[in-house]
């Protein structure tokens, strides 16, 4: 029996990527200066076309790669993105991807079709191209709402570190201060943590302790 054949149009797929860290205090976003036509010149998420032999994630990781030189951040998939007149080329499907690393792994350098590479503080951004605005504002949501169920913070400290460097990524993300006595009691009581044997050096008060992941590289979910 002959194969079916649909005659449906094809609308093209995209990947776009929102890689976050804190920089100065404020949580930072990665932006490309796109290079060509369309919204030539302007600020936009890095991302491009699913390849026809090609997986949405490793898509998303190949266009990191390969526009900011960034590799091996963990990605989540975060929203599709499918309104008819979002690109002005065609019909294009966009699965957006968000990730989080801290700022002093990562050394973005621009490459090919990105003209430009930069980190933005959240509260002071450009205008982006395309809808990207409503993606960066979706993955900002998802983040803060995933603190309260996930370890995903943990994404944007260093190996070792103290409740004091994590409680500070926690009220970045989540914009406003934290008890730190609550605090604390909570991120122990998830029993998480292991103490690293070391404290912090080079302070004017009595040196914290220094913590880690008990299951490093795992992102648990807490309920």
């Known amino acids: 029996m002959a194969p079916f054949c649909y005659d449906y149009p094809h609308p093209a797929v995209t990947t776009d990527i929102a890689l976050f860290t804190i920089l100065e205090d404020k949580l930072a976003i990665l932006l490309i200066r796109r290079r060509s036509p369309p919204f030539q010149h302007c600020w936009a998420l890095p991302g491009g ?11 998303a990781l190949r266009e990191l790669a390969e526009e900011t030189g960034i590799t091996g951040v ?91 460097e994590l409680q500070k990524v926690y009220e970045i993300i989540r914009g406003e201060p934290l008890d730190k006595r609550n605090f604390r009691k909570y991120i122990l009581s998830l029993n998480l943590l292991a103490e690293s044997g070391a404290s912090q050096h080079g302070c004017n008060h009595r040196p914290a302790k220094l913590y880690r992941l008990a299951q490093p590289g795992t992102l648990h979910y807490l309920r």
Do not use: M
Request: proline share 7%.
């Open 49 to 59: 076309f699913v390849e026809p032999d090609e997986g949405l994630e490793n898509c």
């Open 74 to 164: 963990y990605l989540e998939q975060l929203y599709t993105f499918g309104q008819p007149d979002r690109d002005p080329r065609e019909r294009i499907i966009s699965v957006a991807y968000y990730a989080l690393a801290p700022a002093d792994i990562l050394a973005p350098v621009a490459g090919s079709d990105a003209a430009e590479v930069c980190w933005f503080a959240l509260d002071a951004l450009p205008d982006l191209a395309f809808d990207h605005p409503d993606i960066l504002c979706l993955a900002q949501q998802r983040l803060r709402t995933k603190l309260d169920y996930s370890t995903i913070a943990f994404s944007l400290v260093n190996e070792t570190f103290t409740l004091g």
